[in-house]
């Protein structure tokens, strides 16, 4: 089944405490994203890939890193979360950039206290 | 600057009655592309559909349709004889072509929560 997959789906954590969240699609899309949904604000775009080893900064890139060393994955680094964090995600995957739909992930819900 | 629109916070109907989501986009590209998401109780974003900016031809799968008008800037989605599975929160999204938009991003709605009781 084409997919994208994240984990974990739940996370509470606590400020200052390094995570990953991990995204893999196996679907062979070359382009790779993540988004914030937040009440109010909508979704944002965090960081995206348009292959392996090529990333960039998204709308609101600050406190994230991310890494695309193989296609299929594209992991979500918080180094030092803070409560304005706290949020879910979404990492997204499409064939390529702008004009192909995107298909989301199941979205992890994080906590940070 | 490129802005989706979606007016309608909420909608409220009952089982079978016809409801259409209303998008109104802007964008200072010649080809874009509109898509419509779904987003159901629990948490996931679906694709429905996809629109290029060349194509005005109205699209229908099912109980969904939907009706793109370049002239208003317009993509509303209608579900026709809605179901209760139906309740949902759709997003209208708006990808640009070409150099203004490097990051591939989608510039989503507002969303509009769609609550169809039986």
């Known amino acids: 089944e084409a997919q994208v997959t994240q984990n974990p789906r739940y996370l509470i954590t606590v400020t200052g405490k390094k995570l990953t969240v991990t995204c893999s699609q196996n679907?062979?899309?070359?382009?790779m994203s993540w988004y914030r949904q937040d009440p109010g604000l909508g979704l944002r775009q965090i960081y995206y890939?348009?292959?392996?080893?090529?990333?960039d900064k998204g709308d609101v890139p600050e406190g994230y890193k991310v890494s695309r060393k193989e296609k299929r994955n594209f992991p979500l680094i918080l180094e030092s979360p803070s409560p304005n964090q706290t949020s879910l995600y979404f990492c997204?995957?499409?064939?390529?950039?702008?004009?192909?739909?995107?298909?989301f992930g199941p979205g992890t819900r994080l906590t940070v206290t | 600057a490129q802005k989706v629109t979606q007016a309608q916070t909420e909608i409220s109907v009952v089982e079978k009655e016809d409801v259409t989501l209303d998008c109104v986009y802007e964008?200072?590209?010649?080809?874009?592309?509109l898509f419509w998401y779904k987003q159901p109780p629990s948490g996931e974003l679906v694709f429905l559909i996809r629109?290029?900016?060349?194509?005005?031809q109205n699209e229908i799968s099912g109980r969904y349709s939907w009706n793109f008008q370049k002239s208003t800037s317009s993509f509303n989605f209608t579900i026709t004889a809605s179901q209760v599975v139906d309740s949902a929160v759709y997003f209208c999204?708006?990808?640009?072509?070409?150099?203004?938009?490097?990051?591939?991003?989608?510039?989503f709605g507002q969303g509009t929560e769609l609550s169809v009781k039986p």
């Open positions: 964008t200072r590209d010649t080809t874009y592309y």
């Open positions: 679907m062979n899309h070359e382009y």
């Open positions: 629109r290029n900016s060349f194509d005005e």
């Open positions: 997204a995957s499409s064939f390529a950039s702008g004009a192909y739909e995107q298909y």
């Open positions: 999204a708006l990808s640009e072509a070409g150099g203004y938009n490097q990051g591939g991003k989608l510039i």
């Open positions: 890939s348009m292959n392996v080893e090529v990333t």
